[in-house]
């Protein structure tokens, strides 16, 4: 049985997109799950469209994912490289193989030269879609003799190398998404396999770099199924054994339209800055088509790799939701240690040029971490200990009751706190001493937490007043109080 290998083969014509993810992470728990590997190959034959530094962010984007390649372009001390012994695995590094091929081709009579330009194609277009008719190469220069062509050729005139597509019968597979899939050949184009440029099509090259690279699964979006019948016909012409396939479906946003880089937003890398977690990112997108049929929603990427099952992979689209992403973030968010989440928060601070003076980033992250979506909303959540906000009086006051009996409260509960050994000042410790103590007066929760709690924090909404008597000490808790009352004094 043959080792499974799959790829990932992005083009760096745009930044790494959640489709690329969703495709790559795909990849990644099919070949891990089976014992595999894993490649990363990069597609730049389209020259006129290469956007500078997208090789980098591919690569930076499959280390952030914790799905780096076992094969092909990777990162090594922070630097691109290549490993394995297939390469190189950078297309256009390997125009020479695909010439070989292409000569192949046109030695065994399976694709011709065409030497049309751009006006007789742009005519044929028009004319198709005057007629009717489906678009595509009306097999002109096909019928050239030998002689022809080579005089052509000798004469410098500019050609592309077309791949001769048989009339008759049709092209079927398997799909491991979609099931049994046939084309009528007859409507298949004779696709271009080598521009004037002397750079391959993607047709070609895919089809021989995945044979090369002994690439034994294919999974990709559904927009590709077309091209398929011409990539099998192609394995068959050089003899080759037939890749598996896996077509997957469109992701679409809310309003059902196609997610795609030009939509803005679906940068990988902007997740990263806008604060979402990897493992959150990663739990998310896999959920774009599969699901497990299960109950259980989170899954770290060790539990994804064991319950991943092609049989469970949809054939419908799937909406991209931020509200359901928000929700993964949140609750990874959680799971995080708190020392793991104050280095994965440090930056956010470091961005907004937050020092933390005598408090610790661990205390301040711990803190921030509770009703928080991303990263980057603890720094915020927790700005009120390094700056406390000016706020209006009449917010020390519960719903239930006046500016005399937040006021009063706010007295007794300085009274209590201050008698608080610091040995015991930790959350716990002052929730064991002040809630029976609320209990046993009879004061209501209400009317002593809110106004106290707006006392520390100055905020309508904020973390509990036990946790930021914990990260402010017991000086400032009491200083902040005695503000508070100042500020309801007559």
Not at 141 to 151: E, F, G, R, Y
Not at 297 to 307: K, P, Q
Not at 328 to 336: M, Q, T, V
Not at 412 to 420: G, Q, R, Y
Request: aromatic residues 10%.
């Amino acid at each position: 049985m043959k080792k499974v290998r799959t790829r990932i083969p992005p083009s760096p014509t745009g930044m790494f997109h959640v489709g690329s993810l969703r495709t790559a992470l795909f990849d990644y728990l099919y070949a891990k799950k089976h014992g595999g590997d894993f490649l990363l190959r990069i597609e730049d034959t389209d020259r006129e469209r290469l956007v500078e530094g997208a090789t980098e962010n591919i690569v930076e984007s499959l280390f952030w994912a914790n799905i780096p390649p076992d094969e092909g372009v990777t990162m090594s001390n922070n630097k691109i490289t290549q490993i394995g012994e297939r390469g190189p695995y950078v297309q256009s590094e390997r125009l020479d193989i695909y010439k070989k091929y292409a000569a192949q081709l046109l030695e065994q009579g399976d694709a011709f030269y065409c030497f049309c330009g751009k006006e007789r194609l742009d005519e044929l277009r028009t004319m198709q879609q005057l007629n009717k008719q489906p678009p595509g190469y009306d097999g002109y220069c096909k019928a050239l003799s030998k002689k022809d062509v080579q005089s052509k050729i000798d004469a410098g005139t500019p050609h592309v190398v077309r791949l001769n597509m048989p009339d008759e019968g049709n092209t079927s597979w398997n799909d491991m998404v979609r099931g049994e899939v046939s084309f009528e050949n007859a409507l298949i184009d004779d696709q271009v396999l080598m521009k004037t440029d002397g750079f391959p099509t993607y047709h070609l090259a895919v089809v021989v770099d995945d044979y090369l690279m002994k690439i034994t699964h294919i999974f990709r979006g559904e927009e590709w199924v077309s091209s398929t019948p011409k990539h099998i016909v192609l394995y068959n012409m050089f003899g080759w054994d037939v890749p598996e396939y896996a077509h997957l479906s469109l992701l679409t946003s809310s309003d059902g339209k196609k997610l795609g880089k030009r939509q803005g937003d679906v940068a990988l890398m902007d997740f990263r800055q806008k604060g979402y977690l990897a493992e959150a990112m990663v739990n998310f997108v896999a959920f774009l088509g599969w699901n497990p049929g299960t109950d259980q929603e989170i899954f770290t990427l060790d539990e994804l790799v064991d319950a991943f099952d092609f049989k469970k992979v949809h054939k419908a689209a799937a909406v991209f939701n931020y509200e359901k992403l928000d929700w993964y973030n949140r609750e990874w968010i959680k799971r995080l240690s708190v020392e793991e989440l104050t280095e994965r928060a440090r930056p956010f601070f470091e961005e907004k040029n937050l020092k933390t003076g005598d408090w610790k980033l661990q205390d301040l992250v711990g803190l921030g971490r509770e009703r928080v979506t991303t990263l980057a909303d603890i720094p915020e959540n927790i700005a009120f200990i390094l700056h406390m906000p000016d706020y209006e009086a009449g917010l020390l006051v519960w719903k239930k009751a006046d500016a005399p009996d937040a006021s009063d409260k706010l007295a007794k509960i300085s009274e209590k706190l201050a008698k608080i050994d610091e040995s015991a000042w930790t959350e716990e410790g002052i929730g064991e001493i002040i809630m029976p103590w609320i209990k046993e007066n009879d004061y209501g929760n209400g009317n002593v937490l809110w106004p106290t709690r707006v006392a520390l924090s100055g905020l309508e909404h904020s973390p509990g007043p036990f946790e930021i008597m914990t990260v402010l000490g017991k000086e400032k808790t009491l200083e902040r109080i005695e503000e508070a009352l100042e500020k309801l004094s007559p």
